[in-house]
């Protein structure tokens, strides 16, 4: 903080207001990980590229339930691709 550069002291800002939080990650010394976390991010992002142009929420709503539910989807007769 007694740094004369500007970005120094806006990286001394963040660090103290999460403090908290990176400490909490040395407590927990390696044993929780947050990649269940990201990939559950992850597929959601995916989702909801997917869901483009849907009306409703619900419909998206529906989507997620079966892209993370891993539900089956309706089979067609015929191939559209």
Request: contains cysteine.
């Amino acid at each position: 903080m007694f740094s004369n550069i500007e970005p120094m002291k806006k990286i001394a800002k963040t660090i103290r207001k999460h403090k908290p939080l990176i400490l909490n990650w040395f407590k927990a010394k390696k044993l929780i990980s947050a990649g269940v976390t990201e990939g559950l991010n992850n597929k959601l992002k995916l989702t909801f590229k997917k869901s483009y142009g849907f009306r409703t929420f619900d419909a998206t709503e529906i989507q997620l339930y079966h892209t993370l539910g891993d539900l089956p989807c309706k089979t067609f007769t015929h191939k559209f691709f």
